[in-house]
């Protein structure tokens, strides 16, 4: 996961917190957390690059619309990458009292 860029990870999270997504969907998830438009320049290709790199799954529902999945290896890093930040988070908390 370190060789992802934010927006990646960003996609990750969406992917995995819906039931195979499309990429409008996807989108407007990110526009939401944004707060502003994410053009199809660069969405798809960050969509492809995960896809590349084993972490989602991609399937057709059409011919025009393709969904998205996590794969087991994209759960694992994102469980991993939860678990490395939850150590900074905590100690954060921990401090704040």
Same mark, same amino acid.
């Given at each position: 996961m370190y060789d992802l860029t934010a927006f990646q990870r960003d996609v990750l999270y969406t992917i995995a917190g819906q039931? @195979?997504?499309?990429? +409008?969907?996807?989108k407007d998830e990110l526009e939401e957390y944004y707060e502003t438009e994410i053009h199809h320049g660069r969405l798809y290709p960050n969509l492809d690059e995960v896809v590349d790199?084993?972490?989602? @799954?991609?399937?057709? +529902?059409?011919?025009?619309?393709n969904y998205y999945t996590i794969t087991a290896r994209g759960q694992r890093e994102l469980e991993a990458r939860r678990e490395w930040e939850e150590q900074y988070v905590e100690s954060l908390t921990s401090s704040a009292e």
């Open positions: 039931d @195979e997504p499309h990429g +409008l969907a996807i790199k084993g972490l989602v @799954e991609k399937g057709e +529902l059409d011919k025009r619309t």
